[in-house]
C-alpha cells in the first residue's frame, strides 16, 4: 500500500535482474562516526610555578605588593572582591582546579584577608606609600574603599580593618599611590567621566579619613591611566580623547615659580587640538622618566610622543600642612596645593615641548616603563604583541624591536627589574639585574628579557619564560604581575585571567 492509500502498480515493481549490483564492502572505508571524538581537543596545560592562589571565583584584574615586605601581595577580581596573601608558601606544581579528575595535590595558598564591600569588579588596588599602612580598592561600582594594614610582621596574626569609602563617580579605573616623603598615604584616581582625584587617607580620625587634596576636570572622555613624577611632586594622565595633563597637586610647581596653563590647572596640558600631539584613537599609557625630565605616553597604532617636563628641586622643604585636609582642586582651587616652606627650585627648560614622537608598532601601546639608571631605554609593549626598546640618550632611536614577544597576543605589562647592588663585578654598572625585563600578556606567559646589547641580541634578548595560565584564548592571559623589588630578580607573581594567581620563581633568571 501507498502511503495515500492506493495499490502499488504491479508493472512499477523492479524484477530481481534488474536488481543494483552488489558492491562488495571496502574494509578500508570507515564509516561516519556522530561520536564527539572530532570536536574534542586535548588541552596540554604546562605550569612552571611554585604555588598558586585561587580563591577567586572570577577574572583577576588588579594586583599589588606590600612596599615593605614583597611577598605580600593584594589581588582585585571580576567576583567584587580583593584578597591578601602571602606568597612565601611553596608547593609544588597544579593546581586542583585545572585537572579533569583532581586528584589530592597541592593546595591554594591561604588568605590572610577577605575584602568585601564592592558591589562590582575590583580593577584597581594599591598599598598606600612610604610604609604600606594602608590599602585601597577601587571598583567598576564607582567606590574607593580603604583598609587599615598591620605591620607586615604581624600582618597574619591582626585584622585589616575598613576604615572608610568614598563614592564620587561612575567608574574608577586605575589608581597610583604617592612617592612624595611629605604627603604619606596619598593616592590618585582616574575615572571614567575624565576626572582625576588626589585624596591623603589619615587613620587618625575615621570620620573624615579620607581627605580630598586636588580634583580636575579637564579630561572630556576616559582617564585611562596615570603616574606620578619619581619625586611624587608632579602627576600624569591620559585620556581617551587623546589629551595629556601634568600637574600639581601640593602646589610645589606653583610655589617655584613655573609657568602654569591659563586654566591654571595643569602645569603642562596638550590635546588632539594641537596636531603634532594627536593620535587618533587615544592615549592609553604613560610613565616619567626617572629623572622627572619628560613624561611618555603610548596610544592608539602605536603611537608615542614624548613631552619635556618643568624640573623641580628643593632645598630640605618642610610641609605645614602634610597632615590637615586640602580643598578640592578643579575649578575651585585653581592655585592647588599645600603651602610649602624651605626653597624650591624650577627650571621650565624644554616643558610643554614635544621631544619626540615614535611609532615603531603597529596597534595600540598599552604599558610603558623606564628603566633605572644608568641605563636610558623606554621600553613599549603593544596590543600586536611587540615590545619595542628606545634609547633615550641617543633621540629615542629604536634599540631593539620584538615582534612576536607575546606571538599575536596583546603585551598587557613591561616593568624592568629593580636593580640589587653590585657584587663586586666592575662591568656590573647597573647593579645586578637592572637590564632585565619582564613582560606579560594575553597568551598567559610571563617572558623576562635581556635588553643589553641591540637588534643582533640573540634570541631578541629572551633569557626565560614562565607558563601555567590558560592564554591563546583560553580565558587565562595575564592581566598584570609584581615581581620582588628588594630582592633581585626573586619571585613573580601573576593576576590571572582565568581567576588564579600563579607564584613564579625567578630567581635564575
Not at 610571563?446 to 629572551?462: E, F, H, I, K
Not at 592581566?479 to 613564579?504: H, K, Y
Request: net charge negative.
Amino acid at each position: 500500500m501507498s502511503i495515500h492509500g492506493e495499490e502499488d502498480d504491479p508493472s512499477e515493481m523492479l524484477d530481481a535482474d534488474e536488481a543494483a549490483e552488489e558492491i562488495a564492502a571496502d574494509p578500508d572505508i570507515l564509516m561516519d562516526s556522530d561520536s564527539e571524538d572530532e570536536d574534542t581537543q586535548e588541552i596540554s596545560l604546562e605550569n612552571d610555578s611554585i604555588a598558586h592562589f585561587d580563591r577567586h571565583t572570577d577574572s583577576l584584574f588588579c594586583i599589588t605588593s606590600h612596599p615593605l615586605d614583597p611577598s605580600i601581595i593584594a589581588t582585585g577580581a571580576g567576583d567584587d572582591t580583593a584578597y591578601i596573601f602571602s606568597s612565601t608558601t611553596p608547593s609544588p606544581l597544579l593546581p586542583a582546579s585545572y585537572e579533569s579528575n583532581p586528584e589530592p595535590g597541592r593546595k591554594s595558598l591561604d588568605p590572610i584577608a577577605e575584602l568585601k564591600g564592592h558591589s562590582d569588579s575590583v580593577n584597581a588596588i594599591a598599598f598606600t606609600l612610604p610604609h604600606g599602612d594602608f590599602l585601597c580598592t577601587a571598583g567598576l561600582d564607582g567606590r574607593l574603599r580603604t583598609y587599615t594594614i598591620p605591620p607586615p610582621p604581624s600582618l597574619a596574626q591582626q585584622q585589616c580593618n575598613f576604615l572608610a569609602e568614598v563614592q564620587e563617580v561612575e567608574e574608577i579605573n586605575w589608581i597610583a599611590p604617592s612617592p612624595n616623603p611629605l604627603y604619606p598615604n596619598t593616592i590618585a584616581l582616574g575615572a571614567s567621566d575624565g576626572s582625576v582625584w588626589v585624596y591623603t587617607i589619615d587613620g587618625s580620625d575615621p570620620a573624615s579619613a579620607l581627605q580630598l587634596q586636588q580634583a580636575y576636570y579637564l579630561h572630556t572622555a576616559s582617564c585611562t591611566a596615570g603616574a606620578w613624577s619619581p619625586d611624587g611632586k608632579l602627576l600624569a594622565t591620559v585620556s581617551e580623547e587623546g589629551s595629556l595633563y601634568v600637574w600639581d597637586p601640593f602646589g610645589e610647581a606653583a610655589a617655584s615659580g613655573t609657568t602654569t596653563q591659563s586654566s591654571g590647572q595643569a602645569i603642562v596640558g596638550l590635546t588632539s587640538d594641537d596636531q603634532r600631539f594627536a593620535v587618533e584613537g587615544g592615549l592609553y599609557s604613560v610613565a616619567i622618566a626617572p629623572n622627572g625630565a619628560f613624561v611618555a605616553v603610548g596610544g592608539a597604532e602605536g603611537n608615542i610622543r614624548v613631552i619635556g617636563l618643568p624640573r623641580l628641586s628643593s632645598g630640605a622643604p618642610t610641609n605645614e600642612n602634610a597632615t590637615k585636609s586640602q580643598k578640592g582642586g578643579g575649578a575651585k582651587n585653581k592655585a592647588g596645593g599645600a603651602k610649602q616652606t624651605g626653597v624650591t627650585e624650577s627650571s621650565t627648560g624644554q616643558a610643554g615641548q614635544i621631544l619626540a614622537s615614535l611609532q615603531a608598532q603597529t596597534d595600540g601601546v598599552e604599558t610603558l616603563a623606564f628603566s633605572k639608571p644608568p641605563l636610558t631605554l623606554l621600553a613599549a609593549g603593544s596590543v600586536d604583541g611587540s615590545i619595542a626598546l628606545f634609547d633615550t640618550a641617543h633621540r629615542f632611536a629604536v634599540r631593539r624591536l620584538i615582534r612576536e614577544a607575546h606571538e599575536e597576543y596583546a603585551v598587557v605589562k613591561v616593568e624592568f627589574v629593580s636593580p640589587s647592588p653590585s657584587t663586586g663585578n666592575k662591568s656590573n654598572t647597573a647593579g645586578s639585574g637592572g637590564w632585565l625585563l619582564t613582560s606579560c600578556g594575553m597568551d598567559g606567559v610571563v617572558r623576562r628579557w635581556d635588553t643589553r646589547g641591540g637588534t643582533a641580541a640573540s634570541g631578541q634578548g629572551l633569557v626565560k619564560e614562565w607558563r601555567g595560565h590558560r592564554g591563546e584564548g583560553e580565558g587565562g592571559g595575564v592581566m598584570g604581575f609584581v615581581q620582588s623589588e628588594n630582592e633581585g630578580p626573586g619571585r613573580i607573581i601573576t593576576a590571572g585571567d582565568d581567576g588564579v594567581s600563579l607564584i613564579f620563581d625567578a630567581g635564575e633568571a
